[in-house]
């Protein structure tokens, strides 16, 4: 931790009720390149899940009961605290997590920029009056919270997507607690510190890091005190969650795998569409679930668009997310890596070609930025969702047949083309069956956009002004005895 200039973001207890709390068993979070074992973090258990349910429980009230301004001000308040540590929590996030710096400080302003915007949006929660039947009703439309809302975070960004969720969240007057993935919770506690020091009340915003994610998932999905849970992390968890929700109909919001096909049509600007692609498919080597999976490209400029793409990979620098240089950094753990070499091994068996990459590191699980031609739908990497940096090619000879092959999966959660033809743009956009879709854009995530997918990618949608949405429940009011 020798990079990190201020220790005062940096702690290892768990965050309930307003309280800092060291249990008496801990696990080691480790630096994904050094390997080296950074922190011993408080374990906890079901029992601190239940109570920390219960405090939320009893916070809830009273926070809901805040005016939409106060609770504006106190999410305001956070976010300049975030933004004012930046760095720091750029380096906590690197140290832990492994992306490049410059990457983790984006992902710092990026996960602020939700808790700015929600706290705007909070004093927006209006309701409705509707026209109605006779002279002696009144109908009106209010929106109020709908209680303690749970989460379950992943490692890949371990400080934006609690940020967005819990920004919605306290928002909307619910309260919230939050079990970030073991691999990375210190950016978790850094919120937390930076929560209190906002001011955030006790109970309203609680962190429960824990290394038992069976036990801590099932009573932040099945205990009574939980009206909404939220999940980021792979289909096959989320199916799970999702059934253990339904005994007691929560609300549930899930963002999950996606399987994001690229489309390069023959029409396409193709240095814009390669620099589109390094954009997509290498941020955070690999390990998104918006990233490039499939690469589609049209066979009239396949040879050449191939050509374009390879020089501006083989370009990337990797090494420690620690050194400003880096482009690529560490996978997230060893078997994540040989996960992924699993996959090229399966399409070079298949017949594949390599043109890049391909050979796991020895150390550091570092994986190199892999190219791969003659991929084929039967191939590993072009049905299922890869999650590290390779770039499998496939060519096409007609638009209905990219929108075939994009569409030819379970998931849904982001597709991306590129193509300067206004009527191909509508029509490939209209027909590609995802929640987003990025047109002549590799980089599509904002925080004034509708985030989510369709089919098994999920359901709900975080941030934009639908990102209330989950939080709220709509309750009708029918006033009689109005006559004149």
């Keep these: ?11 290892t207890q768990a965050y309930l009720n307003g309280e800092w709390v060291t249990k008496p068993h801990s696990f080691a979070v480790s630096n994904p390149f050094s390997s080296e074992v950074i922190a011993e973090v408080s374990d906890c258990d079901e029992h601190d899940a239940a109570s920390a349910v219960a405090c939320a429980k009893a916070a809830f009230p009273a926070w809901a ?49 939700f808790i700015e915007w929600f706290a705007e949006e909070a004093r927006r929660l ?18 109020q919270p709908v209680g303690v809302v749970t989460a379950i975070t992943p490692w890949n960004f371990p400080n934006a997507m609690i940020a967005r969720k819990a920004a919605a969240a306290l928002a909307a007057g619910c309260t919230f607690v939050v079990r970030p993935a073991a691999e990375t919770p210190l950016s978790a506690l850094a919120l937390a510190i930076l929560a209190e020091q906002a001011g955030i009340p006790k109970g309203v915003f609680n962190v429960l890091p824990s290394s038992n994610a069976a036990a801590i ?42 399987n994001a096909p690229f489309i390069v049509f023959e029409d396409a600007d193709l240095d814009a569409a390669a620099t589109g692609l390094i954009q997509s498919k290498y941020r955070n080597a690999g390990q998104t679930c918006v990233c490039t999976n499939r690469i589609l490209v049209h066979e009239a400029v396949h040879d050449e668009f191939v050509s374009i793409y390879q ?9 420690n997310g620690l050194d400003e240089n880096t482009d690529i950094g560490p996978m997230i753990h060893p078997q994540a890596s040989q996960n992924v070499h699993n996959m090229v091994k399966d399409a070079l068996y298949k017949g594949a070609t390599l043109l890049l990459g391909g050979t796991p590191a020895t150390e550091n699980n570092i994986y190199p930025p892999t190219l791969l031609t ?54 490939v956009s209209e027909a590609l069956e995802y929640g987003m879709v990025g047109i002549n ?20 949608r975080e941030g934009s002004h639908y990102g209330l949405n989950d939080y709220i429940n709509i309750k009708y009011l029918c006033m009689g005895g109005i006559g004149q």
């Design 65 to 113: 009961a805040t005016p939409a301004i106060e609770r504006s001000k106190l999410l305001k308040q956070w976010y300049a605290l975030i933004i004012e540590n930046q760095a720091e929590l750029g380096k906590i996030l690197t140290l832990e997590q492994g992306k490049p710096l410059k990457e983790a400080v984006g992902e710092i302003a990026y996960g602020a920029s």
């Design 374 to 427: 003659h991929v084929t739908p039967e191939m590993r990497v072009f049905r299922e969702e890869i999650f590290g940096p390779v770039s499998p090619v496939v060519k096409f000879s007609h638009e209905a047949d990219a929108i075939a092959m994009a569409n030819d999966t379970e998931y849904g959660l982001a597709a991306y083309f590129y193509s300067r033809d206004i009527g191909r743009v509508w029509r």
């Design 441 to 460: 854009e590799g980089l599509i995530s904002d925080t004034a956009a509708p985030f989510g997918g369709v089919k098994q990618s999920g359901t709900g």
């Design 126 to 143: 209006y309701g409705d009056t509707i026209p109605a039947p006779s002279q002696t009703k009144r109908i009106l439309v209010i929106k």
């Design 217 to 258: 998932g099932e009573v932040l999905t099945q205990h009574p005190d939980v009206a909404k849970f939220s999940f980021t992390g792979s289909t096959r968890v989320g199916k799970l969650l999702t059934k253990q929700c339904a005994d007691s109909v929560k609300r549930v919001s899930m963002e999950l795998g996606g």
């Design 1 to 11: 931790m020798a990079s990190l200039s201020d220790l005062s973001l940096l702690t």
């Design 311 to 319: 020089d501006k990979v083989a370009r990337l620098t990797l090494g």
